[in-house]
């Protein structure tokens, strides 16, 4: 309710409505939008036919990666702390809330980051490419290591830098109206977000059975780092430049 109270008097229909915006920052967008809106200069393409791009079919991979991660860690991270390493409910809530407190701030720097570097000149290729794969196996060698870890504090530290870079990814939501143009943003948005819960889903499901029948943890730290590694893999395949798309 909070929220929507906070939507319903923050947000308007055009940005000219807004008390706070100004005059520099409504000609920049009015002019991206004429940019898009010009007859001939872009075109558009089905969806059944963006379901063949290599493109997308990656960022769907690559995101149900990245949720299979996040997911993954979130409901059995505080069960392995404490089964495995020993923490007890105050330490273990402790550690988790750290833990992912660096993711938070890890996306808030990889968003800066990506924008800076973009903004220096480079191809968004490069970029994106490079901050995604990258990031992703820092995180597959962090989670590689907390598997033959037998130190408490050495696996939290080493969570947290996992965390911390596997949220770079949380950039993924910018691609679908870089693949789609913006007639197909949502469509792709909610596709990819689609087939990454449905990841959310069965991975802890998954995480379970694998613990029941193995009696440790050791075999869901080496699944994370393969999705990790995944990631990377799906995340240089896409091409990330813009398709002047409608």
Not at 43 to 54: M, N, Q, V, Y
Not at 131 to 146: H, I, K, R, T
Not at 175 to 183: A, F, K
Not at 184 to 200: D, E, H, Q, R, S
Request: aromatic share 12%.
């Amino acid at each position: 309710m909070l929220a929507g109270v906070l939507a319903w008097k923050y947000i308007r229909n055009h940005p000219s409505e807004h008390p706070g915006v100004n005059a520099a920052e409504l000609a920049h967008i009015t002019e991206g939008n004429l940019k898009v809106s010009q007859p001939g200069a872009v075109t558009s393409i089905p969806f059944k036919e963006l379901l063949k791009d290599r493109s997308v079919l990656a960022m769907f991979a690559g995101y149900c990666c990245i949720l299979s991660v996040f997911y993954g860690l979130l409901t059995w991270m505080p069960s392995y702390l404490h089964q495995t390493h020993g923490l007890n409910i105050s330490s273990m809530g402790g550690a988790t809330f750290l833990i992912f407190m660096c993711g938070f701030v890890g996306e808030l720097v990889g968003g800066y980051l990506g924008d800076k570097w973009k903004s220096s000149g480079a191809s968004p290729n490069l970029v994106m490419r490079s901050m995604f794969s990258g990031s992703a196996l820092v995180a597959a060698l962090c989670m590689l290591a907390v598997a033959y870890t037998s130190e408490a504090s050495k696996a939290i530290g080493l969570l947290c830098v996992a965390m911390f870079f596997i949220r770079w990814c949380g950039m993924y939501w910018c691609i679908p109206s870089i693949l789609g143009g913006t007639s197909k943003t949502g469509v792709l948005a909610g596709t990819m977000n689609f087939c990454g819960n449905m990841a959310g889903v069965i991975v802890p499901i998954l995480i379970g059975l694998i613990v029941q029948f193995t009696g440790s943890y050791f075999l869901v730290l080496i699944f994370f780092v393969v999705m990790a590694m995944l990631l990377a893999i799906f995340s240089s395949l896409i091409d990330y430049r813009e398709r002047g798309l409608v």
